[in-house]
């Protein structure tokens, strides 16, 4: 089924890199005090040390924008995207914060978190509004569907179309609302770790 997810909605991931993350829940489910915090796109700045991936998504997005020529982003795949400096609060919280005591009679699935962000993005909207937080033009963004794209890698693994969280739940326990995706990329720009065209 489509999101949006809750901590109650059963796991079936599609592809290894889904699986690798439910692999990860059980090992932690073996333990007598854990909290689960499940994201479904996380944003930021660029990596400070070079990575395997050559960037995050919303690199990659805006390096597309800025390109001589359109670039496929895909309208049915629905993600809650999140900013790093949300999930790291999060973190913060529950390290500092957290009471096993409190928690010692939950069910494994209270114990779930859905940590999405404020809002729900397909790929190509999301790019619309990359696109408006850094002055860029839109015209490179070519709204279709993964199986309309004609290029190999879109078709290399596959990948879920919704996979929106309800994440009410966790920011109810933080006391405050995550920030929404314009205003943390804009943030980034405050902060000169990403550019925004003049």
């Known amino acids: 089924p489509d999101g949006p997810y809750t901590n109650k909605s059963m796991a079936n991931p599609i592809n290894a890199y889904g699986k690798t993350k439910l692999m990860a829940e059980e090992n932690l489910k073996q ?20 990575c395997s991936k ?6 990659m997005t805006e390096g597309f924008l800025k390109a001589s020529e359109q670039s496929p982003f895909f309208s049915e795949e629905k993600r809650s995207h999140i ?56 015209d490179n963004i070519q709204p279709m569907t993964r199986a309309e794209c004609k290029f190999k890698w879109a ?9 929106t969280m309800e994440s009410s739940r966790l ?11 314009k205003e943390g990329i804009e943030d980034m720009v405050m902060r000169n770790e990403i550019e925004k065209v003049q």
């Open 171 to 181: 920011y109810e326990l933080l006391g405050e609302p995550c920030v929404p995706l």
């Open 31 to 50: 333990l007598d005090d854990y909290i689960i915090l499940r994201s479904s796109g996380i944003y930021g700045p660029p990596p400070p040390r070079k």
């Open 155 to 163: 078709h290399a693994f596959k990948s879920p179309a919704d996979i």
């Open 83 to 138: 900013y790093v400096r949300d999930v790291v609060r999060a973190i913060v919280h529950f390290v500092l914060h957290y009471d096993a005591s409190l928690y010692a009679d939950q069910v494994s699935f209270e114990r779930i978190y859905c940590m999405g962000g404020n809002g729900t993005w397909a790929r190509d909207k999301y790019a619309e509004v990359v696109a408006e937080a850094l002055n860029l033009k839109k």
């Open 54 to 59: 050559k960037a995050t998504f919303l690199q």
